[in-house]
T-cell receptor
Framework: DTAVSQTPKYLVTQMGNDKSIKCEQN?????MYWYKQDSKKFLKIMFS???????INETVPNRFSPKSPDKAHLNLHINSLELGDSAVYFC???????????FGQGTRLTVV | AQTVTQSQPEMSVQEAETVTLSCTYD???????LFWYKQPPSRQMILVIR??????QNATENRFSVNFQKAAKSFSLKISDSQLGDAAMYFC??????????????FGKGTKLSVKP
């Protein structure tokens, strides 16, 4: 009964491949996020969706495309993976964007 | 734009002692929320404590308490009776109360806390 779950936890892939990370929340929250944590542990927002609509799209390469089929799911698709995409990607959710965010366990992406 | 600064990249505390982690932030807003998140080696982001800017009373959660100084834009975390399980990265975070595109969390760079037995 995990609140925010991401799959996979680990992802190792070659440069140039396309990959997806899935996220699901069962908290009934209306807002979901993708954050990126780099090798220095710095966390930065990438995208935010509210009720399936994009409300934040920070400056990320357009190789990254979020998709929200419903308000409980927010997937992240990455095209033409590059070495610099290696990081930990966190999915999170919150209610009405005014409360604390609940995070998934993170996906460690390694591009070789 | 809002910024969050954690000036202590690493801290160390003896088990059972008290430690304070510093956080300052910059904003022109009057309504916002502040948080401390803990990230142990398991990588999971765990909410430790939250503070609403409109509340003067400092938040407390068991051994964790904050010193919120709104005028000084300071939000420090005090951990009392430190335990080995407190060893982790601690992130201070800011969120606007206005929602929309301002509703995401803005994080500091983190403080790595070590607890010595």
């Amino acid at each position: 009964d995990t609140a925010v779950s991401q799959t996979p936890k680990y992802l190792v892939t070659q440069m140039g491949n396309d990959k997806s990370i899935k996220c699901e929340q069962n908290l009934g929250h209306d807002t979901m996020y993708w954050y990126k944590q780099d090798s220095k542990k710095f966390l930065k927002i990438m995208f935010s969706y509210n009720n399936k609509e994009l409300i934040i799209n920070e400056t990320v390469p357009n190789r990254f495309s979020p998709k929200s089929p419903d308000k409980a799911h927010l997937n992240l698709h990455i095209n033409s993976l590059e070495l610099g995409d290696s990081a930990v990607y966190f999915c999170a959710s919150s209610q009405v964007v005014l409360t604390e965010a609940f995070f998934g366990q993170g996906t460690r992406l390694t591009v070789v | 734009a809002q910024t969050v600064t954690q000036s202590q990249p690493e801290m160390s505390v003896q088990e059972a002692e008290t430690v304070t982690l510093s956080c300052t932030y910059d904003t022109s807003e009057s309504d916002y929320y502040l948080f401390w998140y803990k990230q142990p080696p398991s990588r999971q982001m765990i909410l430790v404590i939250r503070q609403e800017a409109y509340k003067q009373q400092n938040a407390t959660e068991n051994r964790f308490s904050v010193n919120f100084q709104k005028a000084a834009k300071s939000f420090s975390l005090k951990i009392s009776d430190s335990q080995l399980g407190d060893a982790a990265m601690y992130f201070c975070a800011y969120r606007s109360a206005h929602g929309g595109s301002q509703g995401n969390l803005i994080f500091g760079k983190g403080t790595k806390l070590s607890v010595k037995p």
